[in-house]
C-alpha cells in the first residue's frame, strides 16, 4: 500500500524514494517526508490526522451500470438486506426522489436513491506501519467483501 506522499509526483522520482525504506513509518516522518525531491505535499496533514482507507464499491458510475445494480436490489431483496448494511459511504449527490421506473414506496427506496454504492475501511498511520498490517488488511476486505459480491454479480462480473 502506498501512502499519499508518493502516489502523485509532480516530476520523476529517484528509485530510492519509491521502495520501502523510503515510506515514513509514524506520524513525524510522514510531516517532515514532503521534502522529498518530486513528492506531493500530503493533503491529509492539514487536519493533523493521517488516514490510510481500504474501500470497496461504486463511486460514480455510468447510468447504465448503476441501473444494473437498482435492479438487483429489487430482485434480489434477501441478498440486499444482508449486505446494504455495510454501505458507509456519504453519498452527497444522492437522488431527492426515487429514479425512474422504481416505486416510491418500495423497501429500498432510499438505497435507489443513491448514486455512490461502498464500503470503506480506515487505518491509522500506527495501523497502517504495524508488522500485522497484512492481517488487518485482510481482515477489512473480508468485512467488504459481500458487497462487492453483490455488485459483481449484479454486473455480471465473475467474483
Known amino acids: 500500500m502506498m501512502p499519499p506522499i508518493l ?3 509532480s516530476r520523476n522520482v529517484p528509485d530510492q524514494y519509491l521502495s520501502n525504506e523510503a515510506l515514513p513509518r509514524n506520524e513525524d516522518q510522514l510531516k517532515s517526508s514532503y521534502s522529498i525531491p518530486g513528492a506531493a505535499r500530503p493533503r491529509c496533514l492539514a487536519t493533523r ?4 482507507l481500504a474501500a470497496s464499491g461504486l463511486w460514480h458510475p455510468e447510468p447504465a451500470t ?3 445494480v437498482r435492479n438487483a ?20 449527490s444522492k437522488l431527492s426522489r426515487p429514479p425512474r421506473g422504481f416505486p416510491c ?4 427506496v432510499d438505497d435507489l436513491k443513491l448514486r455512490d454504492l ?7 498511520v500506527e495501523q497502517a506501519c504495524s508488522p500485522k498490517f497484512m492481517g ?9 467483501s459481500p458487497l462487492a459480491e453483490f455488485l459483481s454479480g449484479a454486473l455480471g462480473l465473475p467474483f
Open 7 to 9: 502516489s502523485a509526483p
Open 105 to 108: 414506496d418500495h423497501e429500498f
Open 118 to 124: 461502498g464500503s470503506a475501511v480506515e487505518f491509522t
Open 49 to 52: 490526522t493521517v488516514k490510510y
Open 136 to 144: 488487518t488488511f485482510a481482515a477489512a476486505c473480508r468485512k467488504m
Open 73 to 92: 436490489m429489487v430482485s434480489r431483496p434477501n441478498e440486499w438486506r444482508k449486505v446494504r448494511k455495510l454501505l458507509n459511504w456519504d453519498d452527497a
Open 66 to 68: 448503476l441501473l444494473k
